[in-house]
């Protein structure tokens, strides 16, 4: 059997498919709805539909959905955002129309990403969406066939658990949202989900699908190691289009502990409708700084010489001007200088890049931390190049010099 995720941004769809590697397997992540035969252990699907209406989402899925349908031997598992931000109900409903699935099981805690549900209310102290009623919010309108499963349950081990569910879809609950703080809870509830393969939709955040991985059975396979100690030559390039408080700090973090080249992309020129002349700008600024070789460039829209400045955009929606304004600026750098690899922060800055490098598809190969995948991009123009994506909103403030030390 093969995994199919499905993920509507991009992400979301790497942070959950690096939870298929290891022991040298990789999982391609798709970036398009050109579905190619799903080889093992799986692949993942970005739908790119996150910021799609709710009838939009529904068709996209929908349609992705029957394209599955024709494949055989595969499960599949809907990755859905530890904030529910997106069509999180249209999107999994769609799924279960379509797969003829009877109900949905929903476990969104990423417990390394300080993410857990509790009573059902979502548990995330460094997101405005703490304490958020997941019922209400997310199924408005669909209360009556929802049901919180409590932790007091879980804690009871696997087999009460399962008795749980069964009861809920013997009652004709749709949506299952379970509650989780631990790996240990995970791991009960994937190990419960498990009996119930043909007739309930797993789906969640990354944390849920690794031990849900480990429950299913999978066969041993001869795959050849990929060796991620091989390093190409050149600089590398950080392309950060979010202006999440995390990565803000992430950013001064790695400015304190070493001399990096940055170029501003400054955002206030961007909504101000001067696109193109803050796009020359940065490009001259950028290709002055590649003529002294250095070891990494930093692309960002975060003004960090300033700890009094205030955000001017919305980074949880990653406003679309900005990101594709960095992304023209990244994407012309890469066509005048060899960079052995990429940091991408932000999911729409990350779509928009790879779109506009014309790269179909990923190799995901590991996982660097929670929630920040390694990758392989291939093609005639690029060559071989490695790529970490991230959200905005995950890591420690470390994680940008730590992954400028791996790659």
Do not use: W
């Amino acid at each position: 059997m093969k995994t199919v995720i499905i993920a509507d941004d991009l992400t979301g769809a790497c942070d959950t498919a690096v939870k298929l590697c290891g022991g040298g397997r990789s999982v391609n992540v798709y970036l398009s709805n050109q579905i190619a035969k799903i080889e093992e252990p799986g692949a993942a699907i970005n739908t790119n539909s996150r910021s799609l209406s709710t009838e939009e989402a529904f068709e996209k899925l929908s349609a992705i959905a029957r394209e599955l349908k024709k494949q055989t031997g595969i499960r599949i598992y809907k990755k859905i955002d530890s904030l529910f931000r997106g069509n999180v109900a249209a999107e999994a409903e769609a799924l279960r129309t379509v797969l003829g699935y009877q109900s949905i099981l929903i476990n969104s805690a990423v417990p390394g990403n300080h993410r857990a549900v509790r009573n059902g209310k979502l548990a995330a102290p460094d997101s405005i969406c703490d304490g958020l009623d997941i019922i209400p919010s997310v199924f408005c309108g669909k209360e009556k066939e929802c049901v919180s499963i409590p932790l007091e349950t879980v804690r009871a081990g696997s087999a009460a658990l399962a008795e749980e569910i069964e009861k809920s879809i013997s009652a004709g609950i749709r949506y299952l949202i379970v509650d989780s703080e631990t790996e240990a809870d995970l791991a009960v509830t994937a190990e419960a989900s498990g009996l119930f393969e043909n007739t309930v939709l797993p789906a969640g955040a990354a944390g849920f699908i690794a031990p849900l991985a480990k429950i299913q059975n999978r066969r041993n396979r001869k795959i050849v190691e990929r060796n991620l100690t091989k390093r190409n030559s050149g600089p590398l390039l950080f392309v950060l289009g979010t202006n999440n408080p995390v990565t803000v700090n992430q950013i001064k973090h790695l400015k304190r502990v070493e001399n990096v080249p940055m170029v501003t992309v400054h955002a206030k020129e961007i909504l101000n409708g001067k696109t193109t002349a803050e796009r020359s700008r940065c490009i001259s600024e950028a290709e002055h700084i590649m003529q002294s070789d250095p070891e990494l460039l930093l692309l960002t829209v975060t003004e960090t010489d300033s700890e009094n400045s205030e955000p001017v955009f919305d980074a949880a929606a990653e406003n679309a001007e900005i990101a594709a304004c960095c992304t023209d600026i990244a994407v012309s750098l890469t066509e005048t200088c060899s960079f052995r690899g990429m940091i991408v922060s932000g999911g729409t800055t990350a779509q928009l890049l790879l779109e506009k490098m014309r790269i179909p598809s990923l190799t995901v190969l590991s996982e660097f931390a929670p929630g920040i995948p390694i990758a392989r991009i291939e093609n005639r123009q690029y060559g071989s190049m490695l790529i970490a994506t991230k959200s905005g909103g995950y890591g420690e403030k470390e994680t940008l010099s730590d992954l400028k030390a791996f790659l």
